[in-house]
């Protein structure tokens, strides 16, 4: 149950990503990094890895994207 959670929040932050490659809309990031932070956290609560993993990949994905925008470091 706790994997289908976070399954639910690596997606819901993984259609946030998308749209925050959009230029101009980098900004979104600072919504998506929590959100999959949040699911990450419950995907370690879980016994598979698939959720976690998910998030874990939006969570760089992000990072990645607000540092190349400058809005991080």
Do not use: K, Q
């Not at 959670?5 to 990094?33: E, H, T, Y």
């Not at 956290?41 to 994207?65: C, E, K, Q, T």
């Amino acid at each position: 149950m706790l994997n289908l959670v976070s399954l639910l929040l690596g997606a819901i932050a993984l259609i946030g990503a998308i749209i925050a490659f959009v230029p101009l809309l980098g900004w979104l990031n600072w919504a998506v990094i929590p959100i999959a932070l949040l699911g990450a956290g419950i995907g370690m609560a879980s016994d598979r890895p698939g959720g976690r993993r998910l998030n874990i990949f939006v969570l760089v994905a992000g990072g990645l994207r607000l540092m190349l925008g400058g809005g991080l470091f």
